[in-house]
């Protein structure tokens, strides 16, 4: 039976982001795992996927979910972990604006604690309003946040580039938060703050 790519996508990212050991696999402290390795210990409890499958699904995720070694021969995944990982990226400075998506519900939470990472190793912000939203809308109805990454920059917290676009900080205080645009719905109009559309 061929592979599908959607859920051999799905597979690696629970593997590489929540739990190698699921399968028997160590993630090293940089996340990566050997392919043969995974390949060999992937394919004992699921539809068998090769190589070439792997790498096809590699190449096409609409997200760059998971980056190859240069020397072909290990993988891991670009960001998104909740196992503890050093992806080793250097800190950088980020553009002046960066933008959180997350679900109309969350906001009240968030504009009072600030944005944590949750169950994930660290907060997941990016450069557009569309993937923003995207993100957002996997929670419920999307809200999207604007963080002013600019002064939080100036003020010392790091922020860091994942291989596939995705910028990472290890949390946002709520004083950094700027509300920018919602999708209310009458359920959370009426305690929401007024944010822009
Ligand atoms: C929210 C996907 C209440 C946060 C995406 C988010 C991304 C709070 C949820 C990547 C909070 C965590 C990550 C607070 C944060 N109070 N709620 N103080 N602080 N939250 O899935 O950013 O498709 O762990 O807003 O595209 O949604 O898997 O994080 O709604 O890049 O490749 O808590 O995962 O990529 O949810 O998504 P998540 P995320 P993939």
């Known amino acids: 039976m061929p592979v599908d790519p959607i859920q051999l996508s799905k597979f690696l990212s629970f593997v590489l982001r929540h739990k190698p050991d ?3 696999l160590a993630l090293d402290p ?3 795992v050997r392919i043969d390795e995974l390949i060999e210990k992937g394919n004992v409890a699921r539809p068998r996927f090769s190589r070439e499958d792997l790498l096809h699904v590699v190449k096409t995720s ?3 979910r998971f980056s190859i070694s240069t020397d072909g021969l290990r993988i ?3 960001q998104g972990h909740s196992v503890s990982v050093d992806l080793g990226l250097p800190p950088q400075a980020p553009p002046p604006v960066l933008l959180h998506g997350t679900a109309t519900r969350f906001i009240d939470s968030i504009l009072r604690e600030g944005l944590k990472p949750q169950d994930r190793e660290q907060v997941h912000l990016s450069t557009d309003e569309a ?4 993100v957002g809308q996997r929670h419920g109805k999307a809200a999207i946040l604007k963080i002013d990454a600019l002064r939080m920059h100036a003020q010392g917290f790091k ?4 291989d596939n676009g995705v910028w990472l900080t ?3 205080p709520p004083e950094f938060l700027i509300p920018s645009s919602s999708e209310t719905d009458s359920a959370t109009t009426s305690r929401q703050p007024k944010l822009s559309t």
């Open 131 to 134: 993937t923003a939203r995207r």
């Open 62 to 64: 609409d997200k760059k």
């Open 30 to 32: 940089q996340g990566w």
């Open 170 to 172: 290890d949390q946002v």
């Open 22 to 24: 699921a399968i028997g």
């Open 76 to 78: 891991r995944a670009a």
């Open 159 to 162: 922020f860091y580039l994942a």
